[in-house]
């Protein structure tokens, strides 16, 4: 009786891990997941085992989401519809897929639903990543997919076309924790639209349309991506209150001062490369008017390096990576580095740096200093220094000619060696076939 139990037992685990699919099904089945991807089908296959986890439907020709067949599949942990057609999504049909955990919907025409302005596409009870990336989705559209999304954790809005960022937009899923909305065209983020996000802690705005971030307040991000925005300003909350950021890239804008940042945080990466940025009082004048009012309150600008509050207000003591290239960087004040404690990256090449006020800049513990970067001819250079000093961070144009100089010299020496050299050889066959006549 007992190895008859086994085998029963043996037979039923056999039959769910390596269900056959009906004839004529395109998908392949293994270890309880469907592979129906590129199959050219018009709609979700109703034959697949009802104990399915995961089906993957990509590149397909599907345009609806009916109420029928997935709610059947109520093991369904991953479904991917991406790349499809999809432009219609029934209400309220992953309301009782209570093991649903992902859905990518990325690639699709999802702007076609939302433009009809229903209740949205329902509940979604216990999904926590929703790809809706690539769906030219634009102000107002992306709630219709998240009003209830309350275990919601990874987000993706990229490749949309969101102008704005509303204080409602994530109201309907709390327990964010990353969101990407690079590759929109975002110029305005409202009051209030990321700080009810308590558990937010990555967020990706890269390749946006923003000009300014002003009293940034969000304690609880950990790592921001800026990077290729038009950003002139970044300017921190005045507070004693820490704030969790460890990495922020504010590369590739239009920054035209150093950044503001709160007096106490955990910054440890900070890339600052392909900006505008000039850390001398001339810059901070001519190039901005407007920090004659409001601006001109902010802690750190250097623009009179004798004031007191200049030393003490730029606190990066956790700061291990900083990238200042592609400035426009010509001298650097002595306390610059002051509270730099832990920096031991500081990328410098390819600015005008022509000189330190004291001729003497001390950073304790640097560890890579690299302050030319010749492209043209893969030149780089790194310098392990405690004390930096102009010497050490040659004026680019420089150390460009100076390697063009010596190319130079060593082309014509190789002419000449070569010229030389055939000169003889040739001379030598000349007096050979006269010696042989």
Known sequence: ???????????????????QPAEGMPCEMANLQAFCHNKDLHQIPRELHPNVNKIDLSGNL?????????????SLQCLDLSSNQI???????????????????????????????????GLLPKVEILDLSHNSLYNGMA?????????????SLAGNSIIMISHEMFQGSPSLVE???QSNIIMEIEEGAFETLLNLSRLNLSMNSITCISDFSLRQLEILDLSRNSIESFHTTESDDEYSLRCLDLSENKLLRF????????????????NLIQLTAESSHNKMDYMENEWLDAPFYLLDQKQSRNKSSLNLSQLVYLDLS????????????????????????????????????????????????TQNFGYQEEIHIGNIRPEDCEKEDLKKINFLVILTVVLVLSVIIIGVGSFFCFRRQNFSQQFKA
Do not use: W
């Not at 955990?101 to 433009?115: G, K, P, R, V």
């Open 1 to 19: 009786m007992r190895l008859y139990i086994i085998f029963l037992l043996s037979v039923v685990n056999g039959g769910m891990s390596n269900h």
């Open 62 to 74: 599907i345009q609806s989401i009916p109420e029928m067949p997935l709610p059947f599949y109520t």
């Open 87 to 121: 432009s219609f999504i029934t209400p309220g049909v992953f309301a009782h897929m209570t093991s649903l955990l992902e859905i990518n919907l990325s690639n699709n025409n999802l702007y076609e639903l939302a433009q009809i302005g229903t209740e949205g596409i």
């Open 143 to 155: 709630e219709y997919f998240i009003k209830q999304a309350p275990a919601l954790r990874y987000l």
């Open 179 to 181: 969101i990407d909305l």
């Open 259 to 274: 950044p503001v940042f709160p007096k106490v945080n955990k910054l440890v990466t900070l890339n600052l490369s392909k």
């Open 326 to 373: 592609y400035n426009e960087v010509k001298s650097i004040p002595d306390e610059f580095f002051e509270s730099m404690l832990s920096l031991q990256t500081l990328n410098l090449s390819k600015n005008c740096l022509q000189t330190f006020e004291n001729k003497n800049v001390q950073i304790s513990n640097i560890e890579h200093l690299t302050c030319q970067y």
